[in-house]
């Protein structure tokens, strides 16, 4: 008995100190990287620090070149996605006075019909190319379907949770390869954001590296100001701490409720993830906040901080743990999917640009672009780049849709049903399904923008 019990404490001393260790590495990497010049200028071009050192995590990783972290450490990190991501969310809203949409609702219809086409076109075109293209030449497991828009919309965070569902499903590789396709829609989101910006900024004479230059220059005195006040740190993380007690609060009546449905659909429930409804908490406890005068306890730069802090932890975590031997081997199947997933993108964008929105096209795409390709936080970097003045007023715009949105896609409702969907209908009628939706969508957002101007005449 006391022998069994040493065992124990060993145990847990030995996870203690993985989990430390992890965390220091962890630390370490970032740090550096934001030390790092060439990382900075990078990332004024709208590629992240974080994959920079997730790329130097990949490298020293147990399926990496070195070999410096074991493969206990990474299982760790493996229960890092739901609590960071959590943290995103939380501080997603809260962090940003509630936009006042007088004025602003048919652009955030427009904003949130492109999210909707955006993702159920993933879909689409996922289906088709596992169908058309994989199919004939390789064993293919039908839930690959789902890959781009788990990847590109989801993002690492959503590309772990829903990396469960996949396993579940007897798609073993489902998780690896979500996380590839996480990893290469990121890149992507950067390196063609970048260019989109060098040629808006070409085309329009920005001053965008300007407002840039003063913005990082006085961060250092914002930072110094945020972590000298430890008073300030602890409130703004304990609100975010009761955005996501919301959440989980909300997640577990709805699984209390799910006991008087169908089998199907409590497995939905029990499979959905906490973010959409920690993003509501966040959004309740800002408007409460701001109705009775109380904003002051939140500080909008540091709750910014936390949100960019958690997203570079998980995109670090996920890209250190990817497992390269499955990547190799699939390597056909991901560039493919990277492929016809950013022609798609490309497409549905150039479609709303052309013939949705009025003003400010540029703007309104290019958040959507990154967010469809990454993950929220890339997204904004992008927007920060090309509109930091936020004159074109996309910025609350978007974030109006995305509390919208994100409980549909992105690790929303769709999201998390899709693999379910296909397990039980197969993958000809998923796709079938998602073309239907997504030329409903089209056509609804020609009539509807056609419809206004014609009124307004």
């Given at each position: 008995?006391?022998?069994?019990?040493?065992?124990?404490?060993?145990?847990?001393?030995?996870?203690?100190?993985?989990s430390?260790?992890?965390?220091?590495?962890?630390?370490?990497?970032?740090?550096?990287?934001?030390?790092?010049?060439?990382?900075?200028?990078?990332?004024?071009?709208?590629?992240?620090?974080?994959?920079?050192?997730?790329?130097?995590?990949?490298?020293?990783?147990?399926?990496?070149?070195?070999?410096?972290?074991?493969?206990?450490?990474?299982?760790?990190w493996?229960?890092?996605?739901?609590?960071?991501?959590?943290l995103v969310?939380?501080?997603?809203?809260?962090?940003?006075?509630?936009?006042?949409?007088?004025g602003?609702?048919?652009?955030?219809?427009?904003?949130?019909?492109?999210?909707?086409?955006?993702?159920?076109?993933?879909?689409?075109?996922?289906?088709?190319?596992v169908?058309y293209?994989?199919?004939?030449?390789?064993?293919?497991?039908p839930l690959?379907?789902?890959?781009?828009?788990?990847?590109?919309?989801?993002?690492h965070?959503?590309?772990?949770?829903?990396?469960?569902?996949f396993?579940?499903?007897?798609f073993s590789?489902g998780l690896d390869?979500?996380?590839?396709?996480?990893?290469?829609?990121?890149?992507?989101?950067?390196?063609?954001?970048?260019i989109?910006?060098?040629?808006?900024?070409?085309?329009?004479?920005?001053?965008?590296?300007?407002?840039?230059?003063?913005?990082?220059?006085?961060?250092?005195?914002?930072?110094?100001?945020?972590?000298?006040?430890?008073?300030?740190?602890l409130?703004?993380?304990?609100?975010?701490g009761?955005?996501?007690?919301?959440?989980?609060?909300?997640?577990?009546?709805?699984?209390?409720?799910?006991?008087?449905?169908?089998?199907?659909?409590?497995e939905?429930?029990?499979?959905?993830?906490?973010?959409?409804?920690?993003l509501?908490?966040?959004?309740l406890?800002?408007?409460?906040?701001?109705?009775?005068?109380?904003?002051?306890?939140i500080s909008?730069?540091?709750?910014?901080?936390i949100?960019?802090?958690?997203?570079?932890?998980?995109?670090?975590?996920?890209?250190a743990?990817?497992?390269?031997?499955?990547?190799?081997?699939?390597?056909?199947?991901?560039?493919?999917?990277?492929?016809?997933?950013?022609?798609?993108?490309?497409?549905?964008?150039?479609?709303?640009?052309y013939?949705?929105?009025?003003?400010?096209?540029?703007?309104?795409?290019?958040?959507?672009?990154?967010?469809?390709?990454?993950?929220?936080?890339?997204?904004?970097?992008?927007?920060r780049?090309?509109?930091?003045k936020?004159?074109?007023k996309?910025?609350?715009?978007?974030?109006?849709?995305?509390?919208?949105?994100?409980?549909?896609?992105?690790?929303?409702?769709?999201?998390?049903?899709?693999?379910?969907?296909?397990?039980?209908?197969?993958?000809?009628?998923?796709?079938?399904?998602?073309?239907l939706?997504?030329?409903?969508?089209?056509?609804s957002?020609?009539?509807?923008?056609?419809k206004?101007?014609?009124?307004?005449?």
């Amino acid at each position: 008995m006391n022998i069994s019990i040493l065992q124990n404490k060993d145990i847990f001393s030995n996870s203690l100190l993985i989990s430390f260790s992890g965390f220091l590495i962890i630390s370490f990497f970032l740090i550096f990287g934001r030390r790092l010049k060439l990382a900075v200028q990078l990332e004024r071009f709208g590629l992240p620090i974080a994959v920079i050192s997730g790329v130097a995590g990949i490298s020293i990783g147990p399926y990496g070149l070195i070999h410096f972290l074991s493969k206990e450490t990474t299982n760790v990190w493996s229960n890092f996605p739901t609590p960071l991501l959590s943290l995103v969310f939380a501080t997603l809203m809260m962090g940003r006075p509630i936009p006042n949409i007088n004025g602003l609702v048919k652009p955030i219809f427009n904003q949130f019909l492109l999210a909707l086409s955006l993702g159920f076109g993933q879909f689409f075109v996922g289906g088709l190319v596992v169908k058309y293209l994989l199919a004939p030449h390789m064993d293919i497991n039908p839930l690959m379907g789902c890959l781009i828009e788990v990847g590109f919309e989801g993002g690492h965070g959503a590309a772990s949770i829903i990396g469960e569902s996949f396993n579940r499903l007897g798609f073993s590789d489902g998780l690896d390869l979500g996380l590839a396709m996480a990893t290469m829609g990121l890149l992507s989101s950067s390196l063609l954001g970048s260019i989109f910006i060098f040629i808006g900024r070409t085309l329009r004479l920005s001053d965008t590296e300007e407002i840039i230059d003063k913005k990082v220059n006085s961060n250092s005195n914002l930072e110094t100001e945020i972590f000298a006040d430890l008073k300030i740190l602890l409130i703004n993380l304990g609100f975010a701490g009761l955005a996501i007690s919301f959440g989980l609060l909300l997640l577990q009546i709805l699984k209390y409720f799910s006991n008087f449905l169908g089998d199907f659909s409590r497995e939905i429930i029990f499979s959905l993830p906490v973010f959409p409804l920690i993003l509501i908490g966040s959004l309740l406890i800002r408007y409460i906040l701001e109705k009775t005068k109380n904003t002051h306890f939140i500080s909008n730069i540091l709750q910014r901080e936390i949100g960019i802090l958690s997203t570079d932890l998980l995109i670090f975590t996920a890209m250190a743990s990817l497992d390269i031997a499955t990547v190799f081997e699939n390597w056909v199947l991901i560039l493919l999917l990277t492929i016809f997933g950013l022609l798609w993108n490309l497409i549905c964008i150039t479609y709303f640009a052309y013939f949705i929105f009025d003003d400010y096209w540029f703007e309104k795409s290019l958040i959507e672009f990154g967010n469809s390709t990454g993950v929220v936080a890339s997204g904004l970097l992008l927007l920060r780049l090309a509109d930091p003045k936020n004159i074109s007023k996309t910025l609350p715009i978007f974030t109006s849709k995305q509390l919208f949105a994100q409980l549909i896609l992105s690790g929303g409702f769709f999201t998390v049903i899709a693999p379910l969907v296909i397990s039980k209908i197969g993958l000809d009628y998923w796709t079938d399904i998602c073309a239907l939706i997504t030329f409903l969508i089209f056509i609804s957002a020609f009539l509807f923008n056609k419809k206004i101007s014609t009124s307004n005449q």
